[in-house]
């Protein structure tokens, strides 16, 4: 075990998969502080509950409600 960390310290590989795992966590903060905002939203709440149901009834494709859900939160973002 120790030979194979000795030869990644030296080869820059484990220098390598450590910035490669931090970049990795700064997209899951921003991930999950994203979707925490988005869902703590009362109007973004009532729109998915409104597209869910139109979803589940056969009304609209979830990709339709997804950019209609999306396109309120973007709105709310640049006002």
């Known amino acids: 075990m120790l030979a194979f960390e000795t030869a990644m310290s030296h080869s ?9 795992q931090l970049r990795k ?6 991930r999950d ?3 925490d905002q988005f ?3 009362q109007q973004i709440q009532s729109a998915i509950a409104k ?3 139109r ?3 056969g009304l609209i ?8 859900i999306l396109t309120l ?5 640049t006002t």
């Open 12 to 20: 820059g590989e484990l220098l390598t998969k450590r910035a490669q």
């Open 51 to 53: 597209y869910e149901e």
């Open 25 to 30: 966590w700064m997209w899951n903060n921003i």
């Open 73 to 77: 939160f973007s709105k709310q973002k």
């Open 55 to 57: 979803v589940m009834q």
């Open 61 to 68: 494709t979830p990709f339709v409600a997804a950019d209609a």
């Open 39 to 41: 869902l703590s939203d």
């Open 33 to 35: 502080r994203v979707l």
